[in-house]
């Protein structure tokens, strides 16, 4: 059996268990001793990433816990090329972020056994919160993000990746005259007084669900009166802040126009690079880690794990991806961790709330140079 | 002075400070000698036990004593100078007067250099409304507090207001900018571009240092040498360490000259070795994660970049060597993070820099060729260059400006009777 096999076949282990079952320390060890075989695999599929794993101050081979292992910061995925641990050719889909105005997106690379692990990595957890039942999926997003492109952006991702709990996709939102989004709201009556008593599932941006869906049927006083829908959405909060629009307005707001209750609205936290794993909130607003994967959120003085109740920086893990090092990935959010254990909702491991973007670096000293001269001069030169 | 930094929430309190110091200004002359004596007595004062873990301040203690800045008013302000009195120019003569109000705008990483900002317009007699950074609030009424001790008449703290308000307050900005006949600006790009924008009088002069980074290079006699090696990578980790590497003087690469026989790895070893003992005598005690962030980005980023790259550094984000060859520049990251880059000839790379190069700190073996590489650096925009350890001692001329010059006017009186 080759390496890349063994793995598969210890990655396919890890995804066949009940994702928050079982003893965290066994789940580690697991973990533990698959994440070293794929950082070998890696190393020899990548010298750029032997180089970086080479000089990583503590030796992986020897590490008995996951937190020495070598991690990258997710800033790397932004590189032209993408990071990658297969060739151009076996490149199935390229995964970018939602980088915001004037940022450069993320890349990773998806090979199509990765791609195959995202699908069924999404499923096991989201069943985990919802069920197994497929139902009719109301996508609130244009249909354009729902099309099969190699290119695939966080938000065609996210809405994809539920596609298997469908019975029909509808996508509420279409173009509007100006390239912008706009409620289809014939559509959306028909489709809400068809689905008044079955169970239906509903997709969107945060953002998007407030500007382009909830607002409007506020506008007009709509109530859709579909109580048994589960509304799940992702993509963080930046944008919804700078309106000061708080979380409790924002799921008020869903509840109050599809006429359901609070608790059928699930933030989850995830991001493209850390590809199959989402992060649900469980009923007492916790977010929980699937066996395949582990969270460990270090201190920004020492990157040193932190105890429950601190706060730091996230790293995400998981032995999903095989065609891009993202493995053990240290993100730029924030997250106190609840307990390494035992949250009253039942789920084992590791809980954490999410506690937004690291802030900017405050302090703008005299040696920050936002721009060198020289690099001004070549900017201003005529094409 | 009984509130010594004062909570400013509307830009009329602006203008009525600006208004007081303008009349104490205009009302009581002053001379730099007295200034030079109260400020001396101000430096003694600062050798306290609590002050002493302030970053700087021992070169603070140092800077303000007499035997310091006298020489410093001497030479911009000229002979006679130190008692006020006039100075023959062949038929003329010459006296500097104050500009009036001079406003400063201290970054917020340097602890020390609200007071070193201040300190350079009141020797040239004017007054100071000076906006503290929040950051450096606290820190700076502990050393006002010292001057108030020694300054028993009041003599200096009368001429000074100072001024705590939220950076975002555009309208306090203005008010300051408004009331005052002479600037002085110090921080990162985003801040000066602002400050500078600001409506000041037209006949406000406006000084501005920074934002500019720094760079450190060796000849290979000099880092080669085994024995000497230990002491010049203490001089480079005291240089690194002050200010968590964020000042302006701060190197951000050590370019190392290749010599026969000279192992760069050894030598960064050898610094490995000093930055850890560093680390230890002075551990960071806070870290933004933002920092920590970008810290990790560059490890990665750059052994990621180039197979034949190599780092040295520990697990947590305390101290970073970047080892590599050639002579551009990386874009900085600061927070203890030294890119080494080892080259052919130092006078290729000194010829790259831009004018955004402030100190070239240097170890050089060979006076002849240090001359060589200071003139080049000269031409290059480099405005200070240094022994390697030496980085960050605030001297005058400072950005390729002088100090207390900038802030007086010379005036020229051609007598009427000739």
């Not at chain 1, 996951?66 to 995964?95: M, Q, W």
């Not at chain 2, 197979?307 to 060597?321: K, M, V």
Request: with cysteine; charged share 25%.
């Amino acid at each position: 059996m080759s390496t890349l096999e063994e793995i598969e076949q210890g990655i396919e282990s890890l995804l066949t268990r009940p994702p928050y079952g079982g003893d965290p320390q066994q789940r580690n060890s697991a973990l533990l001793a698959l994440l070293k075989k794929e950082l070998a695999y890696a190393c020899d599929r990548n010298p750029h990433f032997r180089n970086y794993v080479e000089q990583w101050p503590i030796d992986f081979c020897g590490a008995d816990k996951i937190a020495d292992l070598p991690y990258l910061p997710v800033g790397v995925f932004k590189a032209n090329p993408p990071l990658a641990l297969v060739s151009a050719d076996d490149v199935k889909r390229t995964l970018t972020s939602s980088a915001t105005t004037g940022q450069v997106p993320s890349r990773v690379v998806l090979d199509a056994s990765t791609a195959r692990r995202m699908a069924k990595g999404v499923i096991t957890i989201i069943r985990d919160f919802i069920g197994p039942a497929r139902r009719p999926y109301l996508v609130i997003d244009t249909p354009e993000n729902l099309a099969a492109q190699p290119q695939l952006g966080a938000r065609g991702a996210a809405i994809q990746a539920l596609g298997s709990f469908a019975t029909e996709v509808v996508c509420c939102l279409r173009l509007g005259q100006e390239g912008e989004p706009t409620l289809d709201l014939e559509k959306l009556l028909a489709c809400a007084a068809k689905w008044k008593h079955v169970d239906v599932l509903v997709y969107g941006f945060t953002y998007v669900i407030w500007t382009h869906f909830v607002q409007p049927l506020q506008r007009e006083g709509i109530t859709l009166d579909i109580s048994n829908v589960r509304v799940l959405h992702s993509g963080g909060w930046k944008r919804l802040d700078q309106q000061a629009v708080t979380r409790e307005v924002f799921i008020h707001g869903v509840a109050s126009v599809f006429g359901c209750s609070p608790d059928r609205v699930l933030d989850y936290y995830g991001m493209v690079e850390n590809v199959g794993v989402i992060y649900p909130d469980c009923e007492h607003g916790n977010k929980h880690v699937p066996a395949f994967a582990e969270i460990i959120v270090r201190d920004p003085l020492t990157l040193a794990p932190v105890k429950a109740g601190q706060q730091g920086l996230i790293q995400v893990c998981s032995v999903l991806p095989t065609s891009f090092p993202g493995f053990l990935l240290l993100t730029e959010d924030l997250a106190e961790v609840i307990a390494y254990d035992e949250c009253p909702c039942g789920r084992r491991g590791t809980s954490f709330r999410f506690a937004g973007r690291a802030p900017k670096a405050e302090v703008r000293g005299c040696g920050n140079l936002e721009a060198r001269r020289s690099h001004q001069t070549q900017g201003s030169g005529v094409a | 002075m009984s509130d010594l930094i004062q909570a400013v929430d509307s830009p009329q309190e602006i203008a009525g400070a600006a208004q007081r110091l303008r009349d104490v200004a205009q009302r009581k002359e002053i001379t730099p000698q007295v200034i030079l004596e109260i400020v001396d007595q101000w430096a003694a004062a600062l050798d306290d036990r609590e002050l002493r873990e302030v970053p700087g301040m021992t070169f603070l203690r140092l800077w303000l004593r007499r035997g310091n800045l006298e020489p410093v008013v001497l030479r911009e302000l000229g002979p006679n100078s130190l008692t006020g009195e006039w100075r023959e120019d062949g038929r003329a003569r010459l006296r500097a007067f104050p500009l009036g109000v001079v406003g400063h705008w201290p970054a917020g990483n340097i602890e020390i250099q609200p007071i070193l900002s201040l300190t350079c317009a009141l020797l040239g007699g004017n007054g100071c409304l000076v906006r503290v950074p929040s950051r450096l609030v606290q820190i700076t009424r502990r050393v006002m507090e010292k001057l108030q001790e020694v300054d028993r008449d009041g003599l200096l703290t009368e001429r000074v207001f100072m001024a705590s308000f939220d950076h975002s307050r555009m309208d306090l900005h203005q008010a300051m900018a408004q009331a005052v006949d002479g600037a002085m600006i110090w921080g990162g790009g985003e801040a000066v571009l602002q400050v500078r924008g600001l409506p000041f009088p037209h006949w406000a002069r406006v000084v501005v240092f920074g934002p500019r980074i720094s760079a450190a290079a060796m000849d290979a006699e000099s880092w080669g040498n085994r024995t000497e090696r230990s002491s010049w990578c203490r001089r480079i980790a005291r240089d690194v360490w002050q200010f968590d590497q964020q000042a302006c003087s701060s190197p951000q690469t050590l370019f190392l000259e290749r010599g026969t026989g000279c192992d760069p790895g050894e030598f960064v070893e050898d610094l490995r070795q000093v930055f850890q003992q560093e680390n230890q005598q002075h551990p960071r005690q806070q870290i933004e994660p933002a920092l920590t962030s970008a810290i990790c980005l560059a490890r990665a980023s750059w052994l990621l970049n180039d197979e034949g790259n190599r780092a040295l550094f520990p697990a947590s984000p305390d101290w970073t060597i970047l080892l590599g060859a050639g002579a551009e520049m990386p874009n900085p990251t600061q927070g203890r993070t030294l890119s080494v880059l080892v080259v052919d000839d130092l006078l290729k790379v000194i010829a790259k820099f831009d004018g955004t190069l402030q100190t070239l700190g240097l170890g050089i073996k060979d006076a002849r060729k240090e001359e060589m590489l200071a003139q080049a650096a000269g031409r290059s925009g480099v405005d200070r260059i240094v022994k390697l350890g030496r980085m960050h001692v605030f001297s005058s001329p400072w950005d390729g400006t002088e100090l207390i010059r900038p802030m007086v006017r010379l005036v020229r009186h051609v007598r009427s009777q000739d």
